[in-house]
Structure formats: structure tokens, C-alpha cells
């Protein structure tokens, strides 16, 4: 309007100048909203809007300085947390590099490091406890690791070319068979832990994970590979070097428990179950009667949690401390743990049917709180008529095997 008053020519605009121009009135904030006079062609604003424009900005500005601190606090509290946490962990791996490892023998199970060992192990000394706590009764060598790593390694060259069959103490096993395993372990190694990317094809651990299972299997013909095995190797692996893991991982297998579910016998896969009911109706009996009401038997969600000794179904950290104390207590905490999840959730799971139920502990929530599950783990009485986990255990086991043989008394 200017210029077309003053006579002067309009020079074209310039893209940038066109688009300021387009811009002359959009607000830039709700300040502007708020706080600025409206365009000189729009009527004023009457003075009780602009009143309460301005209350409800200063309002606005209250809240959001409310909430920055509110914000500072909470970064302030968990850097503090984090601090104390980072002294705690220095002061353990203090007290377990120069105090308890030098002396495991005599102080392993004293009540000063068994209370110690329920905090959780320091990771840069978990690998070094993990594996004294396991022990190596089958008397495995480093040396041993690779003559089954080179024997795996012949395996994969004859079935990759289709050569004859490799002869060995497994000669009972077909060519067959032993190819299905090796690409099972082909398979779930892409599985496993997927969402850290270092087990994948051109990671830095899928050659290390490949090469114990493919060791195993030829360390233990009669086992094979089953699915499952690579969760706890990985686990191993990011905790221990290559033969320390294997030797670890081999007599972890060795286990009575894992023993049973990995060479799938049914009837001892039956027994701890049934152990598990026991101390399931003692702790949680409410919780019993519902998952009795709903037909949800323990094979369905245990046999996962088992198998896999909580890799596959806990976060790896909340898996590693899980880790520690079964090293500590043995086979007895897999299902304490168990025990300690179906508490943490009972009033969820109370109110759900058979499928809700199954589908909820096969994949449970990803952040599941580390300190909430130790508690109730803790809660959870591993003693039931004033006998222990072992002593049911062995009761069962002997009445299954009464049972088989027929016993009189029985009969009767």
C-alpha cells in the first residue's frame, strides 16, 4: 500500500522475502498468542481477554517451571543412585578381588559372602566366580576344547561337500542327524539375542558361539544340540573367554536339572514339576487353585524359564544376577525363581484366563524391575512340612520309581 501510495516501482520479491511476507502474522509462540496486540486490521482485543490471556500465560510459565524443576530433581536423585550404585560395585569388586577369591575355599560359604552374592556379583569378576561356583567335574581342558572344536570344525567340512561320513564315537548318529543340528545351531544363533546384533552373521561373537556348540555336540554325541543351548552359551560367552566358557557351559549342562530337560526325560521332567507344585500351593496357594481351575500346568510356562536359565525370558542383566545365585544355591533357585515371578504377579495373573495367562508368562514385561523380583524371590519358602526342595525332590523320585518296578506296598 506504501508504495502504490508513493508511486514507487515493485521490484519482484525474492523467494525468501515471499515467503516472510506469507509469514508476517503467523504467532511464534503461544507467547504470541497470548501477550501480543492482535493485527492492526482485526479489532483489539477487549481488555478482559487480554487480562485473562495473560493470567493463563503466567500460569503456563508456572507449570513449566514446576515441571524443569520437577526434572532437575529426578536427574539430580538418579545421578546420586547412580553414583552410590558405581561406589557399591567398586567397594564389591574390591572386597572380591582382594578378599574372597584369593580365599574361595574357606569364605565361599560364609554368611558374609552369601549375603554379598545375593546383591549380585560385579560383572568384571562374575566370569571368575561363575566358574569356581560350577566347578569342572568332568576334568575338561583347554586342550580338550580344541580337539572337539577341530573334530566340529571336520564335521562341517564333510557335510558342507557332501563327503562321506565322519568317523568318530558318534558313528552311531547319521550323517542326517548330525547335519539337522548343525543347522539348528545355524538357525538359533541368529536367535539369540537379537536385539544386540553381536551373535549375527559378521558379529564379533557368532563365530565364538558357533564354535562351542559345534564342540559340544561332538563333546557330547548322546546330547546333541538342542534349542535352548545358545542362550546359555551366549551368556557365557559375554561373561568368560572362549574355553573357559566352554568348560563352564559343559558342566553346567552336566547338572542333574539340566541334564533332564536337555535329553528330554519325561519322567524326571515330570518329577520336578511335581516338586514345583509343591512349593507352588505351599507360597501362592491362591494362585495354585486358579492355575489348577484354568488346566495351566507348569510345563508350559517352566520349560522355557528352565531351558534357557532365564536368558531368553528376563533382561540379560536381571538374567546375569539371577545367574549369580543359581550358581550359588544350585537347581533349587530356577524354581524359587519361578516361585518369585508368579508372586511379583499374582494379582495380574489371578484375574486372567488359560490363554492370557500363558501368553503373559511366555513373554513377560521387558522392564521388570531387578529389585521387586529379588524381593519376592526372597519371600518365597523353599520348605514345605518342614522338608526342603532336595528332600521332596528325592521323595518323588523314589515313589516314581517304585511306581515303575510296581511296588507291593503301592498295590496295596
Known amino acids: 500500500e506504501y508504495e502504490e501510495k508513493t508511486g514507487r516501482a515493485q521490484r519482484p520479491l525474492s523467494p525468501k522475502q515471499n515467503v516472510r511476507k506469507n509469514l508476517d502474522f503467523e504467532p511464534l509462540s503461544t507467547t504470541a498468542l497470548i501477550l501480543e496486540d492482535r493485527p492492526a486490521n482485526l479489532p483489539a482485543k477487549p481488555a478482559e481477554e487480554a487480562q485473562k490471556h495473560r493470567q493463563q500465560y503466567e500460569e503456563m510459565v508456572v507449570q513449566a517451571k514446576k515441571r524443569e524443576l520437577k526434572e532437575a530433581q529426578k ?74 572344536l577341530a573334530r566340529a570344525k571336520e564335521k562341517w567340512r564333510s557335510l558342507s561337500t557332501g563327503g562321506a561320513e565322519v568317523e568318530c564315537e558318534d558313528a552311531g548318529f547319521s550323517a542326517a542327524d548330525r547335519e539337522a543340528s548343525l543347522e539348528l545351531i545355524k538357525l538359533d544363533i541368529s536367535r539369540t539375542f537379537p536385539s544386540l546384533c553381536i551373535f549375527q552373521q559378521g558379529g564379533p561373537y557368532h563365530d565364538t558361539l558357533h564354535s562351542i556348540l559345534g564342540a559340544y555336540t561332538c563333546y557330547r554325541p548322546d546330547v546333541g544340540y538342542v534349542q535352548g543351548m545358545s542362550f546359555i552359551a551366549a551368556v557365557l560367552i559375554l561373561n568368560l573367554d572362549t574355553a573357559d566358557a566352554f568348560i563352564a557351559f559343559s558342566n553346567l549342562l552336566n547338572k542333574p536339572c539340566q541334564m533332564a530337560f536337555f535329553r528330554v526325560d ?38 522355557d524359564w528352565i531351558f534357557t536359565l532365564y536368558s531368553k525370558s528376563l533382561p540379560l542383566d536381571l538374567a546375569c544376577r539371577v545367574w549369580d545365585v543359581f550358581c550359588r544355591d544350585g537347581e533349587e533357585f530356577l524354581f524359587r525363581t519361578a516361585l518369585g515371578i508368579l508372586k511379583l504377579f499374582e494379582d495380574i495373573l489371578t484375574k486372567m484366563d488359560f490363554i492370557h495367562i500363558a501368553q503373559f508368562l511366555t513373554k513377560l514385561p521387558e522392564d521388570l524391575p531387578s529389585e521387586e523380583l529379588f524381593t519376592s524371590i526372597a519371600a518365597i519358602q523353599m520348605q514345605s512340612r518342614n522338608k526342603k526342595w532336595a528332600q521332596i525332590l528325592a521323595a518323588l523320585q523314589k515313589d516314581n520309581r517304585e511306581m515303575e518296578k510296581g511296588s507291593p506296598s503301592l498295590k496295596r
Open 266 to 303: 519325561h519322567g524326571l521332567m515330570l518329577t520336578y514339576f511335581a516338586a514345583f507344585e509343591v512349593f507352588f500351593e505351599e507360597n501362592l496357594p491362591k494362585l495354585f487353585a486358579h492355575f489348577k481351575k484354568n488346566n495351566l500346568t507348569p510345563d508350559i510356562y517352566l520349560i
Open 75 to 148: 536427574r539430580k536423585k538418579q545421578l546420586e543412585e547412580r553414583c552410590k550404585l558405581e561406589d557399591s560395585i567398586g567397594n564389591a569388586v574390591l572386597t572380591w578381588n582382594n578378599e574372597i577369591l584369593p580365599n574361595w575355599e574357606t569364605m565361599c560359604c560364609s554368611r558374609k559372602v552369601r549375603e554379598l552374592w545375593w546383591q549380585g556379583i560385579p560383572p568384571s569378576v562374575r566370569g571368575k566366580v561363575w566358574s569356581l561356583a560350577i566347578g569342572n567335574e568332568l576334568n575338561i581342558t583347554h586342550e580338550l576344547y580344541d580337539i572337539c
